[in-house]
């Protein structure tokens, strides 16, 4: 694959989390497979809230982009920025944490966030059938924080068609 490609004959984008108030619910995300990735960064964008009412992002995978049998999809690294304002903040930090299906940190909601997951199509389990991924934020209480999440597909397994296959389609 050339590097001097724009970026979207590169990379899928397909919007996981439409931008909502995270305390009106649970947001789920759309379910996109990893059929023709190798990759698929998860990312996730969130204003201040509350203190004490702090987004919990959780993964999931199935076999198909209808969500047929759902289960865990483990990770140990997140990368994060989070600041009163993200402006000032030029790199990530890199977390890691015990193999678990979902991340969240005390104390972030009184910041502004960016979480990344950039989950390898190699840890789904694909020996069983599982190639679609899912994220979701939980509730986060009563009081509003906007939030928005992207997922974006990269290492296409066939770059050279020309046009990068859908991700929303089995």
């Given amino acids: 694959m050339s590097v001097n490609l724009h970026f979207l004959d590169k990379c899928q984008v397909v919007p996981a989390i439409m931008p909502v108030n995270l305390a009106a619910g649970a947001s789920a995300g759309d379910w996109v497979s990893m059929k023709y990735y190798g990759r698929c960064a998860i990312i996730f964008l969130a204003g201040v809230g509350t203190v004490g009412q702090d987004p919990t992002l959780t993964l999931q995978q199935a076999k198909l982009v209808s969500g047929a049998s759902p289960k865990a999809l483990n990770f140990t690294r997140i990368d994060v920025k989070e600041a009163t304002a993200l402006t000032g903040v030029g790199l990530f930090t890199t977390l890691k944490q015990a193999a678990a299906d979902s991340y969240t940190t005390a104390g972030s909601a009184a910041e502004q966030k960016l979480w990344v997951v950039d989950v390898k199509a190699e840890d789904l389990d694909i020996d069983n059938g599982y190639c679609t991924i899912q994220a979701s934020i939980s509730d986060v209480g009563t009081n509003a924080q906007l939030g928005v999440g992207l997922y974006i ?7 050279m068609s020309g ?6 389609i089995d």
Avoid: N, Q
């Fill in 153 to 159: 597909l990269h290492e296409p397994r066939d770059a």
């Fill in 163 to 168: 046009v990068l296959p859908s991700a929303i």
